[in-house]
């Protein structure tokens, strides 16, 4: 083996963007959308809005990376449970879950900056939850089906080219 089989090749800094661009793009989205819906069920359109939905924006950056690295975690039960199942049965579960957990854990978050909807945090949590799981759906969906193995292609060929 020579000497330069050895080396490992530097990595380049457009391989290093391209593995870490779709989660700079993609999470500051998501969280951007379903903050706004949490805040607007919270408080409404009104003067507070903005400074709210800022502040459920910031929380929702911080908050979001910490559940989706348990997506995975998600991916593998589903698997594990319903192995005998159709592969687009399981990705159905794993849209639902997923969109379930988020929503749950981002309304608890953006309830508990914005204040809640009556003077109850529960309702506040509730009206947060029940108007972003549309949406929590319809990302889920995306990500599932198209995001995901899209990411998955891209991170691979970031790696192959290292």
Known sequence: MTQANTRTKPQSSSSALR???????????????LSAIM?????GFGDEFLSRWGWSFL?????????LAC???????VAAVLSSAPVLMRKLVVVIVTAVFIESIL???????????GG?????????FSRSIPAGLVISSFFVFYMKPKLERLRAGAQRST
Request: net charge neutral; aromatic share 8%; no cysteine.
């Open 71 to 77: 997506l995975g975690v998600i991916d593998r039960a």
């Open 39 to 43: 805040s607007w069920a919270n408080v």
């Open 107 to 117: 309304a608890l978050a953006v309830t508990a900056i914005n204040g809640s909807a």
């Open 120 to 128: 109850s945090f529960a309702l506040g949590w509730w009206l947060a």
């Open 19 to 33: 593995r870490i661009l779709p989660d700079l793009v993609i999470l500051p989205s998501i969280a951007l959308i």
């Open 59 to 67: 929380t929702s950056v911080v908050v979001l990376p910490v559940i």
